[in-house]
Structures are given as structure tokens and as C-alpha cells.
């Protein structure tokens, strides 16, 4: 006999389809956050290196100043683009001068700016330490030295009389 085949009803295929779909829908998800999510450190890592015009003494990426919000939308513009970080950082230097760097560059003057802390210290440090070798050089040498060869005639003369007055009272 012939029987009819009826389809099969709506939860046994529904509910596959709606696993499939939400499964693909979270799967889709971290993908896109993944590149936007990548955008945004990079956006950040260019911004952080650029000084907010309004306030000057913090970064683009720190500042709450309407002028550093463009200034961000323009790096995020910019690296959607496909612009490289160097071609950003030149186009805000070339824009605004060297100043809108927060770091000087590693050559001609800003070369001196980079060079000259790490000097001040080694030179510091060799000069406490050429004081510490002399000053304890020259405590060395006074004590090794006869103590009474050292002193005053004045000197001298106070420590026999304190001498004398310390044995007659024994």
C-alpha cells in the first residue's frame, strides 16, 4: 500500500534551522568585532602618539576635546583607508608642524633630545662615584697617616693640657 507521505512537521526542521542560524549569527559576530576590534588598536596606537592640539599636554587618544574626536575620526578614516601609520603621522606633521608629535624624532635635533637624558645620567653616575672613590680615598689616607703629625700646634697644645689636667685628677 501505497501511504501518503506527509512533510515532516515544523519542529523537527525549525528548530535545526534556527541552531544553524544562530550559530553562524555568533560565528559571524566575533569576526567582525575581531576587524573592528583590530581598527581600534590601531587607530589607538596612531592617536596615542599624536599631542591634542587643544589641550597640549595629553594624547589625541586621551583627550575629551571635540578637536581630538576629529582628529580620531580622521586616523579611523584614514586606517579604513588603508593608509599606513607612517602616511597618517606625515599627514598630521605636515598639517599642524612637528609639534602635534608627542615624541621628537630620532634624528638631527630631536636626535639630542633622545641622546641627552641617557648622557645626564652616565655622567651623574660617574661623578657620584668619582666622589665616593675620592671621598673615601682621602678618609683611607687620614687614617692610615700618623694622627699627631696632622695637628695644629694650637691642636696640639689643647690635647697635652687636657692630658695633664685628666692625670692629675687620677
Request: hydrophobic share 45%; charged share 25%.
Amino acid at each position: 500500500m501505497n501511504a501518503i507521505r506527509r512533510p515532516p512537521p515544523p519542529s523537527h526542521w525549525i528548530l535545526p534551522w534556527l541552531a544553524l542560524s544562530f550559530y553562524l549569527g555568533l560565528a559571524g559576530a566575533p569576526v567582525m568585532a575581531l576587524g573592528e576590534r583590530e581598527l581600534e588598536e590601531k587607530v589607538q596606537a596612531i592617536t596615542v602618539q599624536l599631542r591634542c592640539p587643544t589641550c597640549q599636554g595629553i594624547s589625541v587618544k586621551d583627550s575629551a576635546a571635540a578637536f581630538s574626536r576629529q582628529i580620531r575620526d580622521k586616523v579611523r578614516r584614514m586606517v579604513r583607508e588603508g593608509q599606513s601609520e607612517q602616511a597618517i603621522l606625515a599627514f598630521f606633521v605636515s598639517r599642524y608642524g612637528e609639534w602635534i608629535l608627542r615624541a621628537p624624532k630620532k634624528e638631527g635635533l630631536g636626535l639630542v633630545l633622545w641622546v641627552l637624558p641617557g648622557a645626564a645620567m652616565v655622567f651623574a653616575g660617574g661623578l657620584i662615584g668619582y666622589k665616593l672613590l675620592r671621598g673615601s680615598r682621602g678618609a683611607r689616607d687620614a687614617t692610615q697617616g700618623e694622627p699627631a703629625a696632622q695637628l695644629t700646634a694650637e691642636q696640639r697644645a689643647r690635647i697635652d693640657r687636657d692630658l695633664r689636667r685628666f692625670e692629675e685628677q687620677i
